[in-house]
């Protein structure tokens, strides 16, 4: 059993994560205080939360986004639609290297990622559409 240091409840260390640093191998908090804390200090740290995720996933500050985004005049670099609350901005990156290349909406995006990034594809694809982008057909 151990206390816990936030709500002061006894619990079984079940209850408890585990943190190899402490002599019990248990953090002090009981994982729903821990879970409290950690959105707590999300809510209250957003910039923070969105810089560990960027500097997580592709290796970029938020910062490095957001002037990207800038650059690109808050627009997706394909399709130029304007990036606000219904239009998504979306990473994207080289999936070998892992670098940036840009800022899309999701359909570009997910569009790059079905067709495998392939530009033997994409151009496939370009003149699959121009062949069938007469008016009449």
Known sequence: MKKCTKCGIEKPLSEFNIDRR???GKYGKCKPCHILVSREWQNNNPEKV???RWLREFGVS??????LKNKQK??????KMELNTK????????HATGKVRGILCQKC?????????SIDVLKS????LQKYNKKAD
């Open 22 to 24: 402490r002599k019990d």
């Open 50 to 52: 969105k810089n560990a």
């Open 62 to 67: 938020f910062s490095f986004i957001e002037n």
């Open 74 to 79: 808050n627009c997706c670099a394909i399709c």
């Open 87 to 94: 239009i998504k901005a979306h990473i994207d990156h080289n």
């Open 109 to 117: 995006n997910q569009g790059l990622g079905l067709f495998n990034d």
């Open 125 to 128: 694809a370009l003149k699959y």
